[in-house]
């Protein structure tokens, strides 16, 4: 088991480690709204958005489009120094779909982030229908001088799951995306959730063998969850849907990770809404929680990530 990718505390490389590994010093991601919007709701690929889906309950407060681009990142910058001692930042283009516009419009807010001190690049969330051939020329030529992280909303490999959340696109586009950014120096997140009608446990681990074969730097997963402006909230208020226990996500999510090659690092492990926005399940637990549930039930299991890989896996996932 190759511990070199491993925070010997944490049981797994989270993105942090990675970043700390990468720059020498504690990196921060400042999340920034640019005034996007997404095409599974203005018509082009579907309208409504994802079943699950609201912006404003996982985008932070200080992060408007109202507010200037700049004003965002000083903000969000001076919070992580108080908070957390960083010293350099990636700038997260988090809100909707930040690469569906024209290229004119991207270039601007992506030249703007990267211009501001102590910035050492941009990760940019995206979805895979949505990455332009002139988004990806600009992505890749940002990517010979600074850090690019591209965040491809998956969410799930089962078609007929992505049918249902009215994901507005196929597993197909996913990994074609996935084959356009490969090669350009760019690092690639793929974003999972667990917990949709119809996707078994044993899916969703198959989920990790799936995302080792692919050129994935980093992931996110979080549960699935009800916020009160979702076509969801309908749907679970009449009893159409059920959400899983605390104890399955957090053991699920263990063994998720035991499948998981150390070479990639875990970048979210849990989704929060605010109080007044959520209405299941509430678990009551923050961010930092919910992680250290994780991370305790590893060391109670005495396994850690890619834990369940042979040899021959590791060596597949470090090429």
């Not at 059920?242 to 499948?259: A, M, N």
Request: proline letters at 4%; hydrophobic letters at 35%.
């Amino acid at each position: 088991m190759p511990t070199s990718y491993i925070h010997h505390d944490l049981r797994i490389n989270s993105y942090g480690y990675y970043l700390r590994r990468k720059f020498g010093c504690r990196v921060s991601k400042v999340s920034v709204d640019c005034g996007f919007t997404c095409p599974n709701r203005d018509g082009a690929k579907g309208t409504g958005g994802c079943i699950y889906c609201d912006n404003d309950s996982f985008s932070p407060s200080a992060a408007r489009s109202e507010i200037s681009l700049e004003k965002q990142i000083f903000g969000g910058m001076e919070y992580h120094r108080q908070r957390l001692g960083s010293k350099k930042f990636i700038v997260y283009f988090q809100r909707f779909t930040n690469t569906y516009a024209p290229a004119e419009k991207l270039r601007d807010m992506y030249t703007r982030a990267l211009a501001c001190p102590d910035t050492l690049g941009i990760s940019v969330g995206t979805r895979p229908d949505a990455l332009s051939d002139d988004a990806l020329v600009l992505l890749k030529e940002i990517a010979r001088t600074r850090y690019v992280c591209v965040e491809l909303g998956l969410q799930s490999r089962e078609p007929a799951v992505l049918e249902w959340m009215n994901r507005g696109h196929t597993l197909t586009e996913y990994l074609r995306a996935i084959e356009r950014v490969e090669g350009c120096g760019i690092d690639i997140c793929t974003h999972l959730i667990y917990g949709f009608p119809g996707e078994t446990r044993e899916s969703f681990l198959q989920t990790a063998d799936f995302v080792a074969s692919l050129p994935v730097n980093s992931i996110k997963i979080h549960q699935l969850h009800v916020v009160r402006s979702a076509r969801l909230a309908d749907l679970y208020q009449n009893g159409e849907v059920s959400l899983i226990s605390r104890d399955e996500y957090v053991g699920t999510v263990c063994d998720f990770i035991e499948r998981l090659p150390p070479a990639i690092s875990i970048q979210r492990l849990y989704g929060s809404a605010p109080f007044d926005m959520l209405i299941a399940p509430r678990w009551g637990l923050k961010n930092n929680q919910m992680w250290y549930l994780i991370i305790n039930e590893l060391r109670r299991r005495g396994t850690c990530q890619g834990f369940l890989l042979d040899e021959s896996d590791l060596r597949a996932s470090n090429r």
